[in-house]
């Protein structure tokens, strides 16, 4: 009976501890926005608004910091009234995109069909581009900032019914859109990708494309295939990119990466075989390709890309910030050849 007992308790307590997760209450307050359009009009009225124009974030500057606000809706009503702009924008076009532990809902607004340098005057700020944007702000905004463009973007690109071609209507949260002449409804997803930090054992391998700023080198990526798998997807993009062939790999981290558009990025070490390491590069993804000792690694993860051009105008190899995830498997490398 006492053992009974002991277990009747320890379940109670475990579901009680769940019922008081600021967590849960979180993620079940989150959902209940997205399904319940009147319940998220009136979050609207007590929640905060991240503004973009075309995309790109709203910022403020501070000092050497750059900041991002947080407008409130009576602020975005303030700001709306002053172009004759109907109220019914906040309702119409804002998107859901997280709450604060304390239930305070956040929504992206992007303000496009608006004179963009009157809104930067009223508000002291400017709108960045946000690959710039997701380098300056803080570590805590970048993700934000990332999934706020992903979801407005996706909503901009899915207006109309790819079966009927007639008009989609987005819910007031912005977590799905219905055609109601087909009846589909679509929802925001995002594309698998695989990023690939290559490893000889002693030397790691990086990557340029021509498209990157000068002297950058990262991990090797590449799209996930229909109907094929993580591992797959890594072996094939490796073969493809250097000629090498995996040998064995494991799972890193993963994390959302709103280039070229909402794509989740799979983040992996690959390992070849030494003697089998010459690279064979497929010169129409890439620029250049090759392998990286642990110094010639350590040295450019100091550097920054103002720091790495040299007197002679060559540029000495510099690697993707510490907010990207290629950046992550580099340190990892190092940590693990350091070990």
Same mark, same amino acid.
């Given at each position: 009976?006492?053992?009974?007992?002991?277990?009747?308790?320890?379940?109670?307590?475990?579901l009680?501890c769940?019922?008081h997760?600021?967590?849960?209450r979180k993620m079940? &307050?989150?959902?209940?926005?997205?399904?319940?359009?009147?319940?998220?009009? +009136?979050?609207?009225i007590?929640g905060t608004? &991240?503004?973009?124009?075309?995309?790109s974030?709203?910022? +403020?500057?501070?000092?050497?910091?750059y900041?991002v606000p947080?407008?409130s809706?009576?602020e975005?009503k303030r700001?709306l009234?002053?172009? +004759?702009?109907a109220?019914?924008?906040?309702?119409?076009k !804002?998107?859901?995109i997280g709450?604060?532990?304390e239930?305070?809902?956040?929504?992206?607004?992007d303000l496009?069909a608006?004179e963009?340098?009157?809104?930067?005057?009223e508000l002291?700020?400017?709108?960045?581009?946000?690959?710039?944007?997701?380098f300056?702000v803080? %570590?805590?905004?970048?993700p934000?900032?990332? !999934?706020a463009?992903?979801?407005?973007r996706?909503?901009d690109s899915?207006?109309?019914c790819s079966?009927?071609?007639?008009?989609?209507?987005?819910?007031?949260a912005g977590?799905k859109?219905v055609?109601?002449a087909s009846?589909?409804?679509?929802y925001?997803?995002?594309?698998?990708?695989?990023?690939t930090?290559?490893?000889?054992?002693s030397?790691c391998?990086l990557a340029?494309?021509p498209?990157?700023?000068p002297?950058?080198?990262?991990?090797?990526?590449?799209?996930?295939?229909m109907?094929?798998n993580v591992e797959?997807?890594v072996?094939r993009?490796?073969?493809?990119?250097?000629?090498?062939?995996v040998?064995?790999?494991?799972?890193?981290?993963?994390?959302?990466w709103?280039?070229?558009? !909402?794509?989740?990025?799979?983040a992996?070490h690959a390992?070849?075989r030494a003697?089998?390491?010459?690279?064979s590069?497929d010169?129409?993804?890439?620029?250049?390709?090759?392998?990286?000792g642990l110094?010639?690694?350590?040295? %450019?993860?100091?550097?920054e890309?103002?720091?790495?051009k040299?007197?002679?105008?060559?540029?000495?190899p510099?690697?993707p910030p510490k907010?990207?995830?290629?950046?992550?498997?580099?340190?990892?490398?190092?940590?693990?050849?350091?070990?």
């Amino acid at each position: 009976m006492a053992a009974v007992y002991q277990a009747l308790h320890r379940r109670a307590a475990s579901l009680l501890c769940r019922l008081h997760s600021t967590y849960v209450r979180k993620m079940r &307050y989150l959902n209940k926005l997205k399904e319940d359009d009147s319940l998220c009009r +009136q979050a609207q009225i007590s929640g905060t608004f &991240y503004l973009f124009h075309n995309l790109s974030p709203f910022l +403020q500057k501070s000092g050497k910091k750059y900041l991002v606000p947080e407008l409130s809706a009576a602020e975005m009503k303030r700001i709306l009234e002053k172009f +004759q702009e109907a109220e019914e924008w906040i309702e119409k076009k !804002s998107v859901l995109i997280g709450c604060s532990d304390e239930h305070v809902p956040h929504f992206a607004l992007d303000l496009g069909a608006l004179e963009k340098s009157v809104i930067e005057s009223e508000l002291q700020g400017s709108f960045t581009d946000l690959r710039k944007a997701l380098f300056v702000v803080d %570590g805590k905004d970048s993700p934000l900032l990332a !999934s706020a463009q992903s979801l407005l973007r996706w909503h901009d690109s899915h207006q109309y019914c790819s079966k009927t071609g007639q008009p989609t209507q987005k819910n007031t949260a912005g977590s799905k859109r219905v055609c109601h002449a087909s009846g589909i409804t679509y929802y925001p997803q995002m594309s698998p990708v695989v990023i690939t930090l290559v490893s000889d054992g002693s030397r790691c391998l990086l990557a340029r494309q021509p498209s990157f700023p000068p002297g950058m080198y990262t991990a090797l990526s590449g799209f996930c295939d229909m109907g094929k798998n993580v591992e797959e997807a890594v072996r094939r993009e490796v073969a493809e990119e250097v000629g090498l062939e995996v040998e064995s790999l494991r799972y890193s981290a993963s994390q959302h990466w709103p280039f070229p558009s !909402s794509c989740l990025m799979v983040a992996c070490h690959a390992l070849v075989r030494a003697q089998q390491a010459e690279i064979s590069m497929d010169s129409l993804e890439l620029e250049e390709a090759r392998w990286f000792g642990l110094e010639e690694v350590v040295e %450019g993860l100091k550097r920054e890309p103002r720091s790495s051009k040299q007197d002679s105008g060559s540029v000495l190899p510099w690697f993707p910030p510490k907010q990207a995830i290629a950046h992550q498997l580099i340190h990892e490398w190092v940590k693990q050849q350091s070990a």
